[in-house]
């Protein structure tokens, strides 16, 4: 099965910082940044398709998602054959 259809179990509270908040601080820089970029924040009505400038970043996300996937699961799967001694692994 894929891990893509696996349940995951309900997150445990910890110390570390609220993801949201840190969203919310990156959405302020990123707001400057298209200021500065482009002379003006991001408006509606602004001569640009909205749906496919979210459709073209969604898809530059899925594949950083899916690389950051098998470097993990690269990373994992030598570590794996370095502990027990395996030799040779297809990593895909």
Same mark, same amino acid.
Request: a negative charge.
């Given at each position: ?19 949201? #908040? ?5 959405? +302020?820089?990123?707001? /400057?940044?298209?200021?500065e ?5 991001? @408006? ?8 496919w400038?979210a459709?073209?970043?969604?898809? #530059? ?5 899916? +690389?950051?996937?098998? /470097? ?9 054959? @370095? ?10």
């Amino acid at each position: 099965m894929s891990k893509a259809a696996e349940h995951q179990e309900d997150p445990i509270v910890n110390l570390f910082p609220i993801v949201q #908040d840190m969203v919310i601080a990156d959405i +302020q820089a990123r707001k /400057e940044v298209g200021k500065e970029r482009y002379g003006t924040y991001l @408006q509606p009505f602004n001569g640009r398709s909205a749906l496919w400038d979210a459709y073209q970043e969604a898809l #530059d996300l899925c594949q950083y998602l899916r +690389q950051m996937i098998y /470097e993990e699961e690269y990373v994992a799967s030598a570590s794996n054959e @370095q502990s027990c001694g395996c030799h040779g692994g297809n990593a895909e």
